[in-house]
């Protein structure tokens, strides 16, 4: 069935290192992944997405990559900060219009 | 605009009782959809709909009935509450359109069943 794959579930790393979670799909007709942030209590934000006629994309510290033929696609975020810190969930629409969410990374930042 | 608002923010039920989520949008999206989220599971989408008059079921829709009647109202009914429904639910809408992706979440509502 439709299924998202994330990884890793938690994520530390050092201020100024960089962080990348991975996700992997299930369903080939998938064609727009977002990615979202979450912060303590807080509802989930878009911070970037792709679509699937595009390999990669970038804004400032954040950069996300699709790789079509393994079904899988990928967050980079550069120079981490403290506020980076939250946790980050991937997607994929699938052909049917449903928006099917990975289970989740939870990124900490130390200083 | 307001943008996606949902009500109540939290609620206590005890086991078989039936309440109504709320979910209201002012962008005038097509699309409109309800998740939950529980601990280590993620998003996990409950049922959708893509216009007035138009729903269809999610990931685990068991529990839940949803009706469409206009474009702006999205509401989830439990018809009979169970403890399994613990967990915070977020209402989404997007504008249905190739280019215009942006799904925006409300705040949340908070429910616990006992």
């Known amino acids: 069935g439709e299924n998202v794959e994330q990884h890793p579930s938690t994520l530390s790393v050092q201020e100024g290192d960089s962080a990348v979670i991975k996700c992997t799909y299930s369903?080939?007709?998938?064609?727009?992944f977002p990615w979202y942030k979450q912060e303590l209590g807080k509802r989930p934000q878009l911070i970037i997405d792709i679509r699937s006629n595009v390999g990669e994309k970038k804004d400032q510290r954040i950069a996300v990559t699709l790789n079509k033929t393994a079904k899988h696609f990928s967050l980079h975020i550069t120079e981490t900060q403290p506020e980076d810190s939250a946790v980050y969930f991937c997607a994929a629409r699938l052909n049917t219009d449903k928006l099917i969410f990975g289970t989740g990374t939870r990124l900490q930042v130390f200083p | 605009n307001a943008g996606v608002t949902q009500t109540p923010k939290f609620q206590v039920l005890k086991t078989g009782q039936s309440m109504t989520l709320q979910c209201a949008q002012d962008?005038?999206?097509?699309?409109m959809s309800w998740y939950r989220q529980d601990p280590g599971m993620g998003l996990r989408l409950i049922h959708y709909s893509v216009g007035a008059g138009i729903t269809d079921q999610g990931e685990v829709p068991n529990g839940y009935n949803v009706s469409r009647s206009t474009t702006e109202d999205f509401p989830l009914r439990l018809l009979s509450a169970a403890p399994s429904q613990t967990s915070v639910y977020f209402c989404a809408s997007r504008v249905d359109r190739v280019t215009r992706d942006t799904q925006y979440f409300g705040p949340g509502t908070r429910l616990t069943v006992l």
């Open positions: 962008m005038n999206h097509e699309y």
């Open positions: 369903d080939s007709a998938s064609n727009y």
